[in-house]
């Protein structure tokens, strides 16, 4: 058997994973993702539940001529016949025959007491309607796969039923029968437990589907496999309802890289980085910075402690190398910094301090005095570039300078409000004066300053404000607190952040917002005055 047929990475994303509160995806988005899923190498997609859902209807429509994967196989999902309905007579179960797909995966109850109040059907019938499903697809040729819905309250109800069902299922010729914790409410021990009770009670070949309710999905899908499940369900970045699904970014890496097991096709597991946020982009959920592996902060390092020893081995303080998953080892610069974290994070921004340890002294020393007025240098790496190179230099570098400025914002008896930025300011030996106009404050300052310098610097016409946040530092002070802001500046090419602080939160943005035209020309290629 290949890869994807010895152990099966089935990706549950585009319909288990879209039910997640506040994620709605278009066919177009489906499409999309489905690309990047094939580009991961899972095994098996699930496109949704055609027939049942118009939106999924059409992926699988379009999916036919839109899509050419290289990896994966497309699974259609959906239920069982209903009760006392001729298989070849079920709309639905036609619609999953009908749809194209080379998969079809079948839920059906393996908890007694659903078949009771939710089928509203005796425990025969469902049987009954596991068998007929499946014969009836396997005999139009699909390959087929069982969800056993609520399987480990099932078992633990009634374990003589929820076995028979996996018997019935893999006797009727369902490939897999995937043994669901539906309410990610169970633990690594009772999973592998009962996975383990299962094989040695049928001949079926289990599958386990895992929700993250206790926090565990990850780690009962791995129990499971530990115990002979050989397919596992997840989706891209734990999306789902509730608490979500096992992630299967995580389970692949942790399968790949702890257990030496080879689930994806050689050199793909790298891609995870780029695939996880290019996902995320697409379902407009911002990615977990703290997410295992594929996480911004999954390498990154803050304590000098850390910092002193990754400088001799990075293994020291990293349970694996970040490359193998595409993701990068990241300094941190605070106030717990010490001389190997600004050596460190130094030589990633490709400035070298030369083992200057008089200058890195004093680079730490103004980092720890900045940072105990309310700076962070962790996610302004610009405005830190900035700082190293004014001590490394003795000055620093200046494309312009703000002589004064003035905000003013108006509430006119129209109840329009008017907000102005009047900006004066020296450049190349001229003294400027600007107004910007803007849906706030800060956004007329900024376009102040670019209309001042645009003559001067015209490739200021390519910089774009992309994200703004402002934090109160000092909440106890209440409008007279300290204030912080970050502002993130795109050129095209790439961001860059910068941060400022002040009791006025319009100077800490103008502080922020100088550090960020300034970057950019440095960026552009010009020299400083």
Known sequence: MSISDAFHIYDTTLRDGAQQEGLNLSVHDKLAIARHLDDLGVGFIEG??????????????????????????????????????????????????????????????????????????????????????????????????????????????????????????????????????????????????????????????????????????????????????????????????????????????????????????????????????????????????????????????????????????????????????????RMLVSDMAGRASIELKSQSLGIDLGGDRELIGRVVNRVKEMESRGFTFEAADASFELLLREEATGSRLTFFTIENWLTTVERSADRTIITKAEITLTAMGQSIACTGQGNGPVNAFDNALRSGLRSLYPELASLELTDYKVRILEGRLGTGAITRVLVETSDGKGEWSTVGVHENVIAASAMALEDAVTFGLLRQGRVPE
């Open 48 to 329: 949704g539940w055609p027939g049942a859902n118009p939106k999924d209807t059409e992926f699988f429509r379009r999916a036919k001529t839109e899509l050419s994967l290289k990896h994966a196989a497309f699974a259609a999902f959906g239920a069982t016949r209903r009760p006392n309905v001729k298989a070849a007579d079920d709309i639905l179960l036609g619609a999953l025959r009908d749809s194209g797909a080379s998969v079809v995966t079948l839920v059906a109850k393996a908890y007694d007491r659903h078949v009771d109040l939710a089928l509203r059907t005796t425990l025969e019938e469902n049987l009954s309607m596991i068998a007929d499903s499946v014969k009836h697809l396997r005999q139009a040729g699909q390959r087929v796969f069982l969800d056993a819905e609520h399987f480990f309250d099932g078992y633990l109800s009634n374990r003589a039923y929820a076995l028979e069902v996996v018997r019935t299922a893999a006797e009727a010729g369902a490939d897999v029968i995937a043994l669901c914790d539906t309410n990610g409410g169970a633990l690594p021990d009772e999973i592998a437990e009962i996975v383990h009770d299962v094989l040695g009670a049928s001949s079926a070949r289990l599958g386990i589907h895992c929700h993250n309710d206790t926090g565990c999905a990850v780690a009962n899908s791995l129990a499971a496999i530990s115990a002979g499940a050989t397919h596992v369900q997840g989706t891209l970045n734990g999306y789902g309802e509730r608490t979500g699904n096992a992630d299967l970014v995580t389970i692949i890496a942790n399968l790949e890289l702890k257990k030496g097991q080879k689930v994806l096709p050689e050199g793909l597991l790298p891609e995870a980085f780029r695939i996880s946020h290019a996902v995320a982009e697409i379902t407009n959920v911002s990615p977990s910075a703290r997410q295992p592996y594929v996480g911004f902060s999954a390498f990154a390092h803050k304590a000098g402690l850390h910092a002193s020893a990754i400088k001799v081995d990075p293994a020291l303080y990293q349970h694996e190398d970040p490359a193998e998953v595409g993701n990068d080892m």
